[in-house]
């Protein structure tokens, strides 16, 4: 089956870790988002790409890193800059085609704490 | 001003009732709209586009007010299986999505 699987599910950094969040998808999109959830908040957008070896910044880049050498891959790196890093973190892809434009698929989310 | 904005609610209501959630966004340049659902630490899932002249899903019906800049969903019959929290989700320009912070909709038997 077709989908986006983010792991792991539960992570918990140290004070000065930087940790990376995995999300891989097999939909074939070419557009793929990193978004952050806090309670009570919507969705903030992190960094978005919409091709291989490309990605641009979103609303709160500052402390994340991102990479996109494969159509498939979209790995988040939340790097020890990012000093309030406990939240909710939502991996999402976009298909291009005209039957099912504009509709984001998501992740399961990865949980991210401080210890 | 945010771009899109949603009473956060609670909304409680019982079995059956029926409940409308607005949601106002600010540039009116905004081209499309849809309703998330998200269950609580669960991702958002798509519940429906929402088209200029209105549309329904079973209970569910969208409308869209481009002259006031919102957006509503009405659920009818309300079932306990309702109980989430709808994302309000605009889109403007290719890459620009805003979420509204959702409403919550607990639907007591």
């Known amino acids: 089956d077709g989908g986006i699987t983010q792991s792991p599910k539960y992570l918990f950094r140290k004070e000065g870790q930087n940790v990376t969040l995995s999300c891989e998808q097999n939909l074939n999109h070419d557009a793929m988002y990193w978004y952050r959830q806090d309670p009570g908040q919507g969705l903030r957008l992190i960094y978005y790409?919409?091709?291989?070896?490309?990605?641009q910044k979103g609303d709160i880049a500052e402390g994340y890193s991102v990479s996109r050498e494969k159509k498939e891959s979209f790995p988040l790196t939340v790097t020890s800059a990012q000093k309030n890093p406990t939240a909710f973190y939502l991996c999402a892809s976009m298909d291009r085609d005209p039957r099912e434009y504009e509709k984001l698929f998501f992740g399961s989310g990865t949980q991210l704490s401080v210890l | 001003r945010k771009e899109v904005e949603q009473d956060p609610g609670p909304f409680n209501v019982p079995e059956g009732a029926t409940v409308a959630f607005n949601c106002t966004y600010s540039n009116s340049a905004s081209q499309s709209f849809f309703w998330y659902r998200q269950d609580c630490r669960k991702e958002p899932k798509l519940l429906m586009s929402?088209?200029?002249s209105g549309n329904e899903d079973g209970r569910f019906t969208a409308q869209l007010n481009r002259a006031s800049q919102y957006i509503s969903l009405l659920i009818r019959d309300s079932k306990l299986s309702d109980s989430a929290t709808y994302l309000c989700v605009v889109k403007t320009g290719a890459n620009n999505l805003f979420f509204g912070t959702g409403t919550r909709l607990t639907v007591i038997p």
């Open positions: 929402v088209y200029s």
């Open positions: 790409s919409q091709i291989v070896n490309d990605f």
